[in-house]
């Protein structure tokens, strides 16, 4: 099952919501004439963010927003992660679980001072849910090791 759908599928067991709303990419793929880069600049660039500290999420952003680039992967025919891979700059723990893991952090925090948040209980309980089934997924198909603790990446992430 795609990320994505993952998300849609948590979206729809832990709220009412049908799903997430969001904006969709034009069906119709055309060369956009205002982009003056190249593909290896492009690369170039996502290289450069990544050694920075950004995500990948954070570089699509960056890239469409400061660069005028709108879909990488229409343009180098790979995704960021993919480039990324290739120049192993890639963490080993998925994007997605180390923000799920930063927002049960912060989430923590807040209870220890605000102990009588009873729905900041229950979001850390579906926060904790998340990780947990998300955990299940990327062992099963073999993203981080069998032997993987939340604990022991809960040091590497500050």
Known sequence: MPISAYSNTMAKMHSRARGRARSKK???KK???WLRYKAKEIELLIVKLAKEGNSSSKIGLILRDAYGIPDVHYLIKKKITQILAENKLLSEIPEDLIS???K???IK???EKNKQDKSSLRGLQL???KIHRLTK???RIKKIPENWTLEAAKLGIS
């Open 137 to 139: 997924y990327y062992k």
């Open 100 to 102: 799920l893991i930063k």
């Open 104 to 106: 049960q952090k912060l």
């Open 26 to 28: 034009p069906l119709k």
């Open 127 to 129: 926060t904790e849910s």
């Open 109 to 111: 925090k807040h209870l």
């Open 31 to 33: 060369k956009n004439v």
